[in-house]
DNA sequence: TGTACATCAGTGAACGCGCGTTCACTGATGTAC
DNA sequence: TGTACATCAGTGAACGCGCGTTCACTGATGTAC
Protein backbone atom coordinates (compact mmCIF):
# COMPACT_ATOMS: atom_id res chain seq x y z
CA UNK A 1 0.00 0.00 0.00
CA UNK A 2 1.67 3.33 -1.39
CA UNK A 3 1.54 6.30 1.41
CA UNK A 4 1.29 9.60 -0.62
CA UNK A 5 2.01 11.15 3.21
CA UNK A 6 5.49 12.78 2.20
CA UNK A 7 3.86 14.45 -1.04
CA UNK A 8 1.11 16.04 0.87
CA UNK A 9 2.34 17.29 3.60
CA UNK A 10 2.38 15.98 7.48
CA UNK A 11 -0.55 17.07 8.35
CA UNK A 12 -3.02 15.17 5.78
CA UNK A 13 -2.38 11.74 5.90
CA UNK A 14 -3.79 10.85 2.80
CA UNK A 15 -4.64 7.14 3.28
CA UNK A 16 -4.67 6.84 6.91
CA UNK A 17 -7.94 4.49 7.06
CA UNK A 18 -5.62 1.98 5.23
CA UNK A 19 -2.38 2.63 6.92
CA UNK A 20 -4.56 1.90 10.21
CA UNK A 21 -5.56 -1.28 8.88
CA UNK A 22 -2.24 -2.15 7.96
CA UNK A 23 -0.74 -1.62 11.38
CA UNK A 24 -3.48 -3.10 12.77
CA UNK A 25 -2.97 -6.38 10.74
CA UNK A 26 0.54 -5.77 12.23
CA UNK A 27 -0.24 -5.36 15.58
CA UNK A 28 -2.74 -9.43 15.16
CA UNK A 29 0.40 -10.51 13.73
CA UNK A 30 2.29 -10.29 16.75
CA UNK A 31 -0.32 -10.48 19.94
CA UNK A 32 -3.58 -11.97 18.19
CA UNK A 33 -6.96 -10.04 18.63
CA UNK A 34 -6.60 -8.57 22.02
CA UNK A 35 -3.15 -6.46 20.62
CA UNK A 36 -5.50 -5.01 18.33
CA UNK A 37 -5.93 -1.60 20.16
CA UNK A 38 -6.52 1.74 18.69
CA UNK A 39 -3.52 3.91 20.22
CA UNK A 40 -0.82 1.46 19.17
CA UNK A 41 -2.38 1.66 15.13
CA UNK A 42 -2.63 4.94 15.09
CA UNK A 43 1.00 5.25 17.01
CA UNK A 44 2.43 3.41 14.26
CA UNK A 45 0.38 5.04 11.60
CA UNK A 46 2.61 8.05 13.17
CA UNK A 47 -1.10 9.96 14.09
CA UNK A 48 -2.23 10.78 17.27
CA UNK A 49 -5.04 8.14 18.51
CA UNK A 50 -7.65 11.15 17.96
CA UNK A 51 -7.24 11.01 14.34
CA UNK A 52 -8.08 7.10 14.21
CA UNK A 53 -11.64 7.88 14.72
CA UNK A 54 -12.03 10.02 11.36
CA UNK A 55 -12.00 6.36 9.78
CA UNK A 56 -13.05 4.12 13.03
CA UNK A 57 -16.29 4.39 14.65
CA UNK A 58 -14.35 2.65 17.48
CA UNK A 59 -11.60 -0.04 18.82
CA UNK A 60 -13.97 -3.08 17.82
CA UNK A 61 -14.88 -1.55 14.50
CA UNK A 62 -10.93 -1.54 13.89
CA UNK A 63 -10.95 -4.98 14.91
CA UNK A 64 -13.53 -6.43 12.69
CA UNK A 65 -11.96 -4.59 9.48
CA UNK A 66 -8.86 -6.72 10.67
CA UNK A 67 -10.67 -9.63 11.20
CA UNK A 68 -12.05 -9.79 7.46
CA UNK A 69 -8.53 -9.30 6.26
CA UNK A 70 -7.62 -12.05 7.92
CA UNK A 71 -10.08 -14.37 6.56
CA UNK A 72 -9.84 -13.05 3.48
CA UNK A 73 -5.83 -14.30 3.41
CA UNK A 74 -6.60 -17.04 5.22
CA UNK A 75 -8.92 -18.11 1.91
CA UNK A 76 -6.09 -16.50 -0.18
CA UNK A 77 -3.54 -19.30 0.90
CA UNK A 78 -6.19 -22.21 0.24
CA UNK A 79 -5.92 -21.23 -2.80
CA UNK A 80 -2.80 -20.88 -3.54
CA UNK A 81 -2.35 -24.39 -2.24
CA UNK A 82 -4.97 -25.74 -4.44
CA UNK A 83 -3.04 -24.88 -7.31
CA UNK A 84 0.59 -25.36 -6.07
CA UNK A 85 0.24 -28.92 -7.39
CA UNK A 86 -1.07 -30.61 -10.47
CA UNK A 87 -4.55 -31.63 -10.84
CA UNK A 88 -5.51 -35.60 -11.05
CA UNK A 89 -7.10 -36.87 -14.03
CA UNK A 90 -8.85 -39.41 -12.09
CA UNK A 91 -11.84 -37.29 -10.59
CA UNK A 92 -11.83 -39.34 -6.98
CA UNK A 93 -7.95 -38.97 -6.94
CA UNK A 94 -8.90 -34.89 -7.47
CA UNK A 95 -11.40 -34.80 -5.23
CA UNK A 96 -9.21 -36.21 -2.41
CA UNK A 97 -6.46 -33.59 -3.75
CA UNK A 98 -8.27 -30.59 -3.49
CA UNK A 99 -9.70 -31.60 0.16
CA UNK A 100 -6.27 -32.21 1.26
CA UNK A 101 -5.35 -28.59 -0.28
CA UNK A 102 -7.62 -26.90 0.99
CA UNK A 103 -7.24 -28.35 5.08
CA UNK A 104 -2.83 -28.14 4.28
CA UNK A 105 -3.66 -24.50 2.89
CA UNK A 106 -5.61 -24.27 6.39
CA UNK A 107 -3.27 -24.96 8.34
CA UNK A 108 -0.33 -23.73 6.99
CA UNK A 109 -1.24 -20.50 7.45
CA UNK A 110 -2.02 -20.96 10.82
CA UNK A 111 1.09 -21.88 11.88
CA UNK A 112 2.71 -19.22 9.87
CA UNK A 113 0.97 -16.48 10.82
CA UNK A 114 -0.95 -17.54 14.33
CA UNK A 115 -2.21 -14.06 15.25
CA UNK A 116 -3.90 -13.42 12.28
CA UNK A 117 -5.17 -16.87 12.58
CA UNK A 118 -6.69 -16.29 15.80
CA UNK A 119 -7.78 -12.64 14.59
CA UNK A 120 -9.84 -13.94 11.97
CA UNK A 121 -11.39 -15.78 14.44
CA UNK A 122 -12.31 -13.55 17.07
CA UNK A 123 -15.64 -12.58 18.40
CA UNK A 124 -15.63 -9.12 16.99
CA UNK A 125 -19.14 -8.61 15.91
CA UNK A 126 -20.07 -7.11 12.48
CA UNK A 127 -20.55 -3.27 13.50
CA UNK A 128 -23.21 -3.14 10.67
CA UNK A 129 -25.50 -5.85 11.64
CA UNK A 130 -27.37 -5.94 15.22
CA UNK A 131 -25.73 -8.48 17.55
CA UNK A 132 -27.92 -11.58 17.08
CA UNK A 133 -27.64 -11.83 13.79
CA UNK A 134 -23.94 -11.57 13.24
CA UNK A 135 -21.86 -14.86 13.35
CA UNK A 136 -18.53 -13.75 13.60
CA UNK A 137 -18.32 -14.42 9.59
CA UNK A 138 -17.77 -18.40 10.23
CA UNK A 139 -20.68 -19.45 7.78
CA UNK A 140 -20.12 -16.63 4.91
CA UNK A 141 -16.27 -16.33 5.45
CA UNK A 142 -14.35 -16.83 1.88
CA UNK A 143 -12.68 -19.91 3.25
CA UNK A 144 -15.97 -21.42 4.02
CA UNK A 145 -17.62 -20.58 0.46
CA UNK A 146 -14.19 -21.84 -0.80
CA UNK A 147 -15.02 -25.26 0.44
CA UNK A 148 -18.72 -25.62 -0.22
CA UNK A 149 -17.83 -24.74 -3.89
CA UNK A 150 -15.39 -27.43 -3.59
CA UNK A 151 -17.95 -30.02 -2.33
CA UNK A 152 -20.48 -29.20 -4.54
CA UNK A 153 -18.25 -29.89 -7.50
CA UNK A 154 -17.42 -32.41 -6.42
CA UNK A 155 -21.07 -33.54 -6.04
CA UNK A 156 -21.67 -32.56 -9.30
CA UNK A 157 -19.12 -34.57 -11.26
CA UNK A 158 -20.47 -37.80 -9.36
CA UNK A 159 -17.58 -38.16 -7.12
CA UNK A 160 -19.03 -37.69 -3.41
CA UNK A 161 -22.48 -39.07 -2.78
CA UNK A 162 -25.29 -36.82 -1.73
CA UNK A 163 -25.46 -37.72 1.45
CA UNK A 164 -21.88 -37.33 2.24
CA UNK A 165 -22.55 -33.83 1.24
CA UNK A 166 -24.89 -32.67 3.72
CA UNK A 167 -22.71 -30.48 6.42
CA UNK A 168 -19.88 -32.05 4.87
CA UNK A 169 -18.49 -28.84 5.01
CA UNK A 170 -18.59 -28.36 8.61
CA UNK A 171 -17.09 -31.75 9.67
CA UNK A 172 -14.23 -31.36 7.25
CA UNK A 173 -13.99 -27.35 8.49
CA UNK A 174 -14.34 -28.57 12.31
CA UNK A 175 -11.37 -30.93 11.83
CA UNK A 176 -8.31 -28.50 10.41
CA UNK A 177 -9.53 -26.08 13.08
CA UNK A 178 -9.17 -28.25 15.54
CA UNK A 179 -6.31 -29.39 14.43
CA UNK A 180 -4.90 -25.76 13.83
CA UNK A 181 -6.23 -25.25 17.61
CA UNK A 182 -4.24 -27.84 19.05
CA UNK A 183 -1.17 -27.58 17.19
CA UNK A 184 -0.80 -23.52 17.99
CA UNK A 185 -1.85 -24.92 21.60
CA UNK A 186 2.22 -25.78 22.27
CA UNK A 187 1.98 -28.94 20.32
CA UNK A 188 3.82 -27.77 17.32
CA UNK A 189 6.24 -26.78 19.79
CA UNK A 190 6.53 -30.04 21.36
CA UNK A 191 7.07 -31.95 18.55
CA UNK A 192 9.29 -32.63 15.33
CA UNK A 193 8.03 -31.66 12.03
CA UNK A 194 8.03 -35.47 11.06
CA UNK A 195 5.92 -36.44 13.59
CA UNK A 196 3.30 -33.41 13.35
CA UNK A 197 3.33 -33.86 9.49
CA UNK A 198 2.36 -37.43 9.88
CA UNK A 199 -0.31 -36.13 12.64
CA UNK A 200 -1.79 -33.59 9.80
CA UNK A 201 -1.78 -36.64 7.17
CA UNK A 202 -3.87 -38.63 9.39
CA UNK A 203 -6.45 -36.20 9.91
CA UNK A 204 -6.43 -35.33 6.45
CA UNK A 205 -7.45 -39.45 5.78
CA UNK A 206 -9.80 -38.87 8.36
CA UNK A 207 -11.37 -36.42 6.43
CA UNK A 208 -11.53 -38.16 3.34
CA UNK A 209 -12.21 -41.39 4.43
CA UNK A 210 -15.50 -40.26 6.23
CA UNK A 211 -16.33 -38.68 2.94
CA UNK A 212 -15.89 -41.74 1.00
CA UNK A 213 -17.69 -43.98 3.87
CA UNK A 214 -20.46 -42.01 4.29
CA UNK A 215 -22.97 -43.64 1.51
CA UNK A 216 -22.24 -47.06 3.26
CA UNK A 217 -24.84 -48.10 5.33
CA UNK A 218 -24.36 -49.14 9.00
CA UNK A 219 -26.28 -49.30 12.02
CA UNK A 220 -26.30 -45.86 13.39
CA UNK A 221 -24.62 -45.62 16.55
CA UNK A 222 -26.06 -42.35 17.33
CA UNK A 223 -29.22 -44.07 19.28
CA UNK A 224 -26.61 -44.66 21.53
CA UNK A 225 -25.63 -42.07 22.76
CA UNK A 226 -28.23 -39.28 24.28
CA UNK A 227 -28.29 -35.94 22.04
CA UNK A 228 -26.97 -32.52 23.12
CA UNK A 229 -30.78 -31.09 21.29
CA UNK A 230 -33.17 -33.88 21.79
CA UNK A 231 -35.70 -33.73 19.24
CA UNK A 232 -38.77 -32.29 19.10
CA UNK B 1 -16.12 -25.98 49.35
CA UNK B 2 -17.10 -24.65 52.56
CA UNK B 3 -15.65 -21.25 54.33
CA UNK B 4 -15.16 -21.13 57.91
CA UNK B 5 -14.80 -17.52 57.33
CA UNK B 6 -17.31 -16.71 59.91
CA UNK B 7 -16.15 -18.54 62.48
CA UNK B 8 -12.81 -17.82 62.37
CA UNK B 9 -13.33 -13.82 62.18
CA UNK B 10 -12.99 -11.63 59.62
CA UNK B 11 -9.72 -10.98 59.72
CA UNK B 12 -8.03 -14.60 58.42
CA UNK B 13 -10.10 -15.81 55.87
CA UNK B 14 -9.68 -19.66 56.36
CA UNK B 15 -9.58 -20.58 53.00
CA UNK B 16 -8.67 -17.67 50.80
CA UNK B 17 -6.82 -20.13 47.94
CA UNK B 18 -9.84 -22.22 47.54
CA UNK B 19 -12.08 -19.09 47.53
CA UNK B 20 -10.24 -16.97 44.42
CA UNK B 21 -9.79 -20.38 42.35
CA UNK B 22 -13.84 -20.40 42.93
CA UNK B 23 -14.23 -16.64 41.93
CA UNK B 24 -11.49 -16.88 39.53
CA UNK B 25 -13.81 -19.70 37.99
CA UNK B 26 -16.70 -17.79 38.01
CA UNK B 27 -14.91 -14.91 36.37
CA UNK B 28 -14.01 -17.52 33.52
CA UNK B 29 -17.36 -18.41 33.21
CA UNK B 30 -18.13 -14.70 32.41
CA UNK B 31 -16.16 -13.29 30.71
CA UNK B 32 -13.49 -16.62 29.49
CA UNK B 33 -9.64 -16.39 29.94
CA UNK B 34 -9.66 -12.36 29.92
CA UNK B 35 -11.99 -11.77 32.88
CA UNK B 36 -9.94 -13.78 34.88
CA UNK B 37 -7.80 -11.19 36.88
CA UNK B 38 -6.72 -11.02 40.28
CA UNK B 39 -8.29 -7.77 41.45
CA UNK B 40 -11.73 -8.80 40.34
CA UNK B 41 -10.77 -12.40 42.17
CA UNK B 42 -10.15 -10.36 45.59
CA UNK B 43 -12.85 -7.88 45.22
CA UNK B 44 -15.63 -11.22 45.00
CA UNK B 45 -13.52 -13.08 47.67
CA UNK B 46 -14.17 -9.81 49.94
CA UNK B 47 -10.23 -9.56 50.21
CA UNK B 48 -7.95 -6.56 49.61
CA UNK B 49 -6.29 -7.37 46.37
CA UNK B 50 -3.03 -7.36 48.00
CA UNK B 51 -3.74 -10.71 50.18
CA UNK B 52 -4.21 -13.05 46.94
CA UNK B 53 -0.31 -12.32 46.54
CA UNK B 54 -0.13 -14.65 49.34
CA UNK B 55 -1.85 -17.30 47.47
CA UNK B 56 -0.82 -16.82 43.67
CA UNK B 57 2.32 -15.92 42.61
CA UNK B 58 0.75 -13.00 40.39
CA UNK B 59 -1.93 -13.12 38.41
CA UNK B 60 -0.67 -15.78 35.50
CA UNK B 61 -0.73 -18.43 38.50
CA UNK B 62 -4.51 -17.95 38.91
CA UNK B 63 -5.55 -18.49 35.44
CA UNK B 64 -3.14 -21.61 35.20
CA UNK B 65 -5.12 -22.92 38.38
CA UNK B 66 -8.30 -21.84 36.66
CA UNK B 67 -7.69 -23.52 33.72
CA UNK B 68 -6.22 -26.38 35.06
CA UNK B 69 -9.66 -26.77 37.03
CA UNK B 70 -11.67 -26.31 33.91
CA UNK B 71 -9.71 -29.16 32.10
CA UNK B 72 -10.61 -31.25 34.93
CA UNK B 73 -14.34 -30.43 34.71
CA UNK B 74 -14.57 -31.16 30.85
CA UNK B 75 -13.30 -34.32 31.83
CA UNK B 76 -15.81 -35.09 33.73
CA UNK B 77 -18.06 -34.50 31.52
CA UNK B 78 -17.29 -36.93 29.33
CA UNK B 79 -16.94 -39.05 32.04
CA UNK B 80 -20.25 -38.85 32.72
CA UNK B 81 -21.35 -38.53 29.08
CA UNK B 82 -19.80 -42.18 28.50
CA UNK B 83 -21.46 -43.15 31.72
CA UNK B 84 -25.28 -41.97 31.23
CA UNK B 85 -26.07 -44.64 28.05
CA UNK B 86 -25.56 -48.66 28.54
CA UNK B 87 -22.68 -50.18 27.01
CA UNK B 88 -22.85 -52.12 23.96
CA UNK B 89 -22.32 -56.31 23.59
CA UNK B 90 -20.61 -56.11 20.38
CA UNK B 91 -17.74 -54.84 20.90
CA UNK B 92 -17.33 -52.68 17.08
CA UNK B 93 -20.91 -51.42 18.47
CA UNK B 94 -19.07 -50.56 21.91
CA UNK B 95 -16.26 -49.02 20.18
CA UNK B 96 -18.50 -46.61 18.20
CA UNK B 97 -20.51 -45.75 21.64
CA UNK B 98 -17.60 -44.90 23.60
CA UNK B 99 -16.23 -42.57 20.96
CA UNK B 100 -19.24 -40.94 20.27
CA UNK B 101 -19.88 -40.43 24.26
CA UNK B 102 -17.01 -38.68 24.83
CA UNK B 103 -17.49 -36.39 21.74
CA UNK B 104 -20.43 -35.44 23.39
CA UNK B 105 -19.27 -34.44 25.76
CA UNK B 106 -16.59 -32.48 25.02
CA UNK B 107 -19.08 -30.77 22.86
CA UNK B 108 -21.94 -30.15 25.57
CA UNK B 109 -19.14 -28.98 27.90
CA UNK B 110 -18.35 -26.60 25.46
CA UNK B 111 -21.55 -25.19 24.65
CA UNK B 112 -22.74 -25.23 28.42
CA UNK B 113 -19.64 -22.93 29.57
CA UNK B 114 -17.96 -21.74 26.81
CA UNK B 115 -16.39 -19.05 29.05
CA UNK B 116 -15.16 -22.08 31.15
CA UNK B 117 -14.01 -24.16 28.16
CA UNK B 118 -12.13 -21.78 26.29
CA UNK B 119 -9.98 -20.93 29.31
CA UNK B 120 -9.43 -24.93 29.47
CA UNK B 121 -7.54 -24.02 26.59
CA UNK B 122 -5.90 -20.62 26.78
CA UNK B 123 -2.42 -19.92 26.88
CA UNK B 124 -1.32 -19.66 30.25
CA UNK B 125 2.01 -21.68 30.36
CA UNK B 126 2.92 -23.74 33.84
CA UNK B 127 4.72 -21.51 36.10
CA UNK B 128 6.25 -24.09 37.27
CA UNK B 129 7.75 -25.39 33.97
CA UNK B 130 10.23 -23.56 32.08
CA UNK B 131 8.00 -22.01 29.20
CA UNK B 132 9.27 -24.04 26.39
CA UNK B 133 8.51 -27.27 28.00
CA UNK B 134 4.80 -26.41 28.84
CA UNK B 135 2.63 -26.94 26.12
CA UNK B 136 -0.55 -25.39 27.74
CA UNK B 137 -1.97 -29.13 28.88
CA UNK B 138 -3.06 -30.42 25.72
CA UNK B 139 -0.88 -33.33 25.26
CA UNK B 140 -1.52 -33.97 29.02
CA UNK B 141 -4.43 -33.39 29.89
CA UNK B 142 -6.81 -35.63 31.28
CA UNK B 143 -9.26 -35.11 28.38
CA UNK B 144 -6.73 -36.20 26.65
CA UNK B 145 -5.85 -38.95 28.47
CA UNK B 146 -9.61 -40.38 28.29
CA UNK B 147 -9.11 -40.57 24.57
CA UNK B 148 -6.38 -42.20 24.14
CA UNK B 149 -6.85 -45.23 27.23
CA UNK B 150 -10.33 -45.38 25.31
CA UNK B 151 -8.59 -46.10 22.12
CA UNK B 152 -5.97 -48.03 23.81
CA UNK B 153 -8.68 -50.61 25.11
CA UNK B 154 -10.63 -50.83 21.62
CA UNK B 155 -6.85 -52.11 20.42
CA UNK B 156 -6.55 -54.41 22.66
CA UNK B 157 -9.79 -55.86 22.26
CA UNK B 158 -8.56 -56.41 18.88
CA UNK B 159 -11.53 -53.90 17.39
CA UNK B 160 -9.39 -50.57 16.40
CA UNK B 161 -6.75 -51.86 13.98
CA UNK B 162 -2.79 -50.33 15.12
CA UNK B 163 -2.48 -48.40 12.21
CA UNK B 164 -6.00 -46.96 12.85
CA UNK B 165 -4.68 -45.93 16.43
CA UNK B 166 -1.82 -44.45 15.65
CA UNK B 167 -2.12 -40.32 16.03
CA UNK B 168 -6.11 -41.33 16.35
CA UNK B 169 -6.58 -39.51 19.40
CA UNK B 170 -5.42 -36.14 17.95
CA UNK B 171 -7.16 -36.64 14.87
CA UNK B 172 -10.48 -37.61 16.87
CA UNK B 173 -9.75 -34.71 19.50
CA UNK B 174 -9.62 -32.45 16.27
CA UNK B 175 -12.57 -32.86 15.22
CA UNK B 176 -14.68 -32.13 18.05
CA UNK B 177 -12.40 -29.38 19.45
CA UNK B 178 -12.98 -27.86 15.86
CA UNK B 179 -16.59 -28.48 16.06
CA UNK B 180 -16.90 -26.71 19.50
CA UNK B 181 -14.86 -23.69 18.28
CA UNK B 182 -17.20 -23.47 14.88
CA UNK B 183 -20.38 -23.69 17.27
CA UNK B 184 -19.06 -21.12 19.61
CA UNK B 185 -18.33 -18.56 17.10
CA UNK B 186 -21.60 -18.01 16.33
CA UNK B 187 -23.02 -20.54 14.15
CA UNK B 188 -24.76 -22.32 17.02
CA UNK B 189 -26.90 -19.20 17.64
CA UNK B 190 -28.00 -19.66 14.10
CA UNK B 191 -29.12 -22.18 13.54
CA UNK B 192 -31.74 -24.65 15.61
CA UNK B 193 -31.07 -27.70 17.41
CA UNK B 194 -32.11 -29.47 14.98
CA UNK B 195 -29.60 -28.89 12.12
CA UNK B 196 -26.94 -28.49 15.18
CA UNK B 197 -27.66 -32.10 16.49
CA UNK B 198 -27.04 -33.47 12.36
CA UNK B 199 -23.78 -31.26 12.15
CA UNK B 200 -22.51 -32.99 15.69
CA UNK B 201 -23.88 -36.54 14.65
CA UNK B 202 -22.27 -36.09 11.13
CA UNK B 203 -19.07 -34.77 12.42
CA UNK B 204 -18.75 -38.02 14.70
CA UNK B 205 -19.57 -40.06 11.90
CA UNK B 206 -17.21 -38.93 10.41
CA UNK B 207 -14.70 -40.00 13.26
CA UNK B 208 -15.83 -43.39 13.62
CA UNK B 209 -15.90 -43.64 9.65
CA UNK B 210 -12.04 -42.55 9.40
CA UNK B 211 -11.05 -45.13 11.93
CA UNK B 212 -13.17 -47.73 10.27
CA UNK B 213 -11.58 -47.03 6.96
CA UNK B 214 -7.93 -46.37 8.27
CA UNK B 215 -7.50 -50.05 7.60
CA UNK B 216 -8.16 -50.12 4.21
CA UNK B 217 -5.56 -49.69 1.66
CA UNK B 218 -6.20 -47.09 -0.85
CA UNK B 219 -3.82 -45.43 -3.29
CA UNK B 220 -2.28 -42.28 -0.93
CA UNK B 221 -3.33 -38.90 -1.28
CA UNK B 222 -0.34 -37.62 0.37
CA UNK B 223 1.84 -37.46 -2.67
CA UNK B 224 -0.42 -35.40 -4.31
CA UNK B 225 -0.33 -32.24 -2.34
CA UNK B 226 2.59 -30.13 -0.51
CA UNK B 227 3.93 -31.21 3.10
CA UNK B 228 3.83 -28.26 5.43
CA UNK B 229 6.95 -30.18 6.76
CA UNK B 230 8.75 -31.69 3.90
CA UNK B 231 10.47 -34.98 4.93
CA UNK B 232 14.12 -34.66 5.89
C1' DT C 1 -1.41 -22.62 82.64
C1' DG C 2 0.62 -18.20 81.29
C1' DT C 3 3.36 -15.38 78.56
C1' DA C 4 6.95 -13.61 75.02
C1' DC C 5 7.57 -13.73 70.50
C1' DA C 6 8.01 -15.40 65.69
C1' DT C 7 5.29 -16.12 61.95
C1' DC C 8 1.46 -16.03 59.17
C1' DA C 9 -2.24 -13.78 56.53
C1' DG C 10 -4.25 -10.11 55.98
C1' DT C 11 -4.85 -4.24 55.15
C1' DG C 12 -4.65 0.24 52.74
C1' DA C 13 -2.43 3.50 50.13
C1' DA C 14 0.06 4.26 46.30
C1' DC C 15 2.66 3.75 41.82
C1' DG C 16 2.64 3.45 36.86
C1' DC C 17 0.63 1.64 32.81
C1' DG C 18 -2.05 1.65 28.53
C1' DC C 19 -6.21 1.83 27.15
C1' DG C 20 -10.94 4.09 25.04
C1' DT C 21 -12.97 8.12 24.33
C1' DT C 22 -14.24 13.15 24.31
C1' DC C 23 -13.33 18.03 23.99
C1' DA C 24 -12.22 22.32 21.84
C1' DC C 25 -9.09 23.35 18.55
C1' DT C 26 -6.48 24.23 13.91
C1' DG C 27 -4.17 23.54 9.59
C1' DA C 28 -5.04 22.05 4.81
C1' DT C 29 -8.11 21.42 0.99
C1' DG C 30 -11.38 22.28 -2.41
C1' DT C 31 -15.23 24.71 -4.21
C1' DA C 32 -18.70 28.57 -5.41
C1' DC C 33 -18.71 32.73 -7.23
C1' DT D 1 -7.73 33.92 -12.12
C1' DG D 2 -8.55 35.28 -7.30
C1' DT D 3 -10.72 35.02 -3.05
C1' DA D 4 -14.19 33.84 0.87
C1' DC D 5 -15.60 30.18 3.17
C1' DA D 6 -17.32 25.50 4.28
C1' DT D 7 -15.56 21.23 5.11
C1' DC D 8 -12.41 17.82 5.94
C1' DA D 9 -8.75 15.51 8.57
C1' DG D 10 -5.90 16.12 11.62
C1' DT D 11 -3.76 17.90 16.89
C1' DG D 12 -3.09 17.93 21.97
C1' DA D 13 -4.68 17.80 26.41
C1' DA D 14 -7.47 15.63 29.40
C1' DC D 15 -10.82 12.36 31.69
C1' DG D 16 -11.69 8.03 33.94
C1' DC D 17 -11.02 3.20 34.12
C1' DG D 18 -9.21 -1.21 35.83
C1' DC D 19 -5.44 -3.49 35.98
C1' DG D 20 -0.71 -5.62 38.16
C1' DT D 21 2.24 -4.97 41.58
C1' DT D 22 4.88 -3.10 45.65
C1' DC D 23 5.38 -0.93 50.11
C1' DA D 24 5.22 -0.50 55.01
C1' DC D 25 2.02 -1.91 58.08
C1' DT D 26 -0.97 -4.71 61.58
C1' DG D 27 -4.06 -8.01 63.57
C1' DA D 28 -4.44 -12.98 64.55
C1' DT D 29 -2.36 -17.38 65.43
C1' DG D 30 0.44 -20.78 67.32
C1' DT D 31 4.46 -22.31 69.70
C1' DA D 32 8.62 -22.61 73.04
C1' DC D 33 9.50 -22.32 77.49
Known amino acids: VDTPRTSRGAYHHGDLRN???????G????????????????RESGVSPTAAYRHFANREDLLYAVKLEALN????????????????????????????ALGTGYLRFALEDPGLFRTGF???????????????????????????????????????????????ELAAWAVVHGLAGILLDGVARMLPGRELQKIVDRSLDL???????????????????RPIWPAG
Open 122 to 168: CDAPNPAIEPARSYSGVLDSPPFAMLADTLDTLVASGVLAAEAREYG
Open 73 to 100: RLAAAMEAELSATAPRREPAEEAARRIR
Open 19 to 25: ALLESGL
Open 207 to 225: VIEGFAGAAAERPSARRWV
Open 27 to 42: LARKGGPEAVVLRAAA
